[in-house]
């Protein structure tokens, strides 16, 4: 089955406490993206990343790192993370970038609390 | 600067009836627009793509049209029914990074009443 598959799915933990969200996804799409959902304020992009090696900041990508040394994979690293930093995070991925037209497959996401 | 809108209040209808959510965008001419739905807790879910040179796109209940003169695309949901009840978002692919990336509204909420 075509998935993006995102773990944790829930994480509470304290400021400071490095930690990482991995993404993976089965459909060896090119394009993969970060977004975090914070209520009244929708879906804003963290970080995407058009290819192996190829990365990118979005709207919001302070305090977080990303890397993409395989296709199939996209972790989220928060080094140090920040109780502002409490938020619903998604990984998405489609065969192309935003010029292709192609729609985006989420995974079901993370919920991360920081205290 | 570029900017996506849809109305941050809930629609409530009436199971049967049709469902019509609004996406206007300023300060921009997209190739495509978007359509997703997204349930509590869950990821969007991709439904329907439109692109510029189209006015109307058609699938199963669902149409959307696009009219780039207002800059508005409207999302209607035709017999609707309880399970319809969602967040739908609006796409477009704005940004300063050559079209790489893939802007959300932050959506409308539908409430179905049976």
């Known amino acids: 089955e075509a998935q993006v598959t995102q773990n944790p799915r829930y994480l509470i933990t304290v400021t400071g406490k490095k930690l990482t969200v991995t993404c993976s996804q089965n459909?060896?799409?090119?394009?993969m993206s970060w977004y975090r959902q914070d209520p009244g304020l929708g879906l804003r992009q963290i970080y995407y990343s058009m290819n192996v090696e190829v990365t990118d900041k979005g709207d919001v990508p302070e305090g977080y790192k990303v890397s993409r040394k395989e296709k199939r994979n996209f972790p989220l690293i928060l080094e140090s993370p920040s109780p502002n930093q409490t938020s619903l995070y998604f990984c998405a991925s489609s065969p192309g970038t935003a010029r292709r037209n192609q729609p985006q497959h989420f995974g079901d996401g993370t919920r991360l609390s920081i205290l | 600067s570029q900017k996506i809108e849809q109305n941050s209040e809930a629609l409530n209808i009436q199971e049967g009836k049709t469902a019509t959510l609004t996406c206007n965008y300023t300060?921009?001419?997209?190739?495509?627009l978007q359509w997703y739905r997204q349930d509590p807790g869950r990821g969007p879910v991709f439904l329907l793509l439109i692109r510029e040179n189209e006015k109307e796109k058609r699938k199963e209940r669902l149409k959307v049209t696009f009219d780039t003169t207002l800059k508005q695309s409207l999302f209607h949901i035709t017999a609707s029914q309880p399970a319809d009840s969602a967040t739908y978002l609006c796409?477009?692919?704005?940004?300063?990074?050559?079209?790489?990336?893939?802007?959300f509204g932050k959506g409308t909420m539908l409430l179905v009443s049976p």
């Open positions: 796409a477009l692919p704005l940004g300063n990074s050559g079209y790489s990336t893939l802007t």
């Open positions: 300060n921009y001419s997209p190739a495509y």
């Open positions: 459909m060896n799409h090119e394009y």
